[in-house]
């Protein structure tokens, strides 16, 4: 099946707006977010529900913080902006989809030093700006103008509504749903394993010690529920991180060498790992 034979999905609540036109919106927002969560990618998502996604996530960032905020947090601006430009044109949003080019194209003609201008906020000594980084303030005004003729969110949400094949399902049928095309995807494991090890290097270093501490002991983590700054070890107070693995809750503890995972009823030391053989693991992996 291509990307473009994936149908919208919204849940029930969604389709019917709950009570708004943002309703509608968040359902497809949220729809999205849960398939790329599952290891759905982009291809493997309904491309109107895309645009629909991202039309919403550049007019949020345009409202916090203009053009400059969308630039930002934008990951990767050639294909957002294409996602946006033809979410804007295909539901209607005429007027933004020209503002959105021009804007765009204002922004990409602005030199390195004017485009951190721009971003900054930063005016001159004067309190002025330069003409090209003021000709983008103008049209962060134009859009916010805009937005009082051409309703944005209440166009996204008609046409979410509108489409053809359009799924409705409830909170049970969605995660079937997802669940089924998780499942048929041919390089799935693949998937797990990219994306737990982008989780670990992006984790704190107290849940890589945790980790490590649960893979030596055999167990597999579940959860790991909080920090406690005053648990009693040794006759004095230190910093314990309480977790659960499939054999149970356990601490982590640390000292100047090693770490330390404990049974806290019979502080019964399970599994420690110094922290020169860590280091050694993550240069490795």
């Known amino acids: 099946m291509t990307s473009s034979e994936y149908p919208v999905v919204l849940t029930v609540e969604g389709a019917a707006g709950g009570g708004s036109d943002a309703g509608t919106v968040d359902s ?11 290891l759905l990618g982009a291809g ?3 491309p109107n529900a895309l645009r629909s996604y991202f039309v919403d996530f550049y007019l949020t960032q345009s409202l916090g913080g203009g053009f400059a905020q969308y630039v930002f947090t934008a990951p990767d601006r050639e294909e957002l902006d294409a996602y946006v430009r033809e979410g804007l044109e295909s539901m209607g949003a005429g007027g933004h989809a020209d ?3 021009r804007t765009a194209e204002a922004f990409d003609a602005l030199s390195e030093e004017e485009a951190d201008i721009y971003l900054d906020g930063a005016a001159d000594a004067d309190g002025g700006l330069p003409e090209r980084v003021q000709a983008m303030e103008d049209l962060d005004a134009e859009f916010e103008s805009l937005l009082e003729t051409e309703d ?3 166009l996204n949400a008609a046409w979410l509504r509108g489409q053809e094949g359009l799924l409705v399902l409830n909170d049970d049928e969605l995660t079937a749903h997802i669940a089924k095309r998780v499942a048929a995807l041919p390089d799935l494991e693949e998937r797990r394993a990219e994306a737990e090890e982008e989780a670990l290097e992006n984790a704190p270093e107290f849940e890589v010690i945790i980790r490590e501490l649960c893979d030596i002991a055999g167990q597999e983590l579940q959860k790991i529920t909080l920090g406690d ?4 070890h040794n006759g004095e107070k230190v910093l314990a991180w309480r977790f659960s693995t499939d054999h149970g809750d356990f601490l982590m503890i640390e000292d100047e060498d090693e770490a330390f995972m404990l049974n806290p009823d019979t502080k019964e030391i399970v599994a420690a790992v110094e922290f020169e053989e860590l280091d050694e693991d993550l240069i490795e992996a």
Not at 28 to 38: K, L, P, S
Request: net charge negative; hydrophobic share 50%; charged share 10%.
């Open 28 to 38: 497809n927002v949220a729809v999205v977010n849960t398939m790329y969560q599952e």
């Open 152 to 154: 944005i969110v209440a």
């Open 229 to 232: 700054p005053n648990y009693e």
């Open 99 to 101: 503002l959105f080019s």
């Open 44 to 46: 493997e998502i309904a």
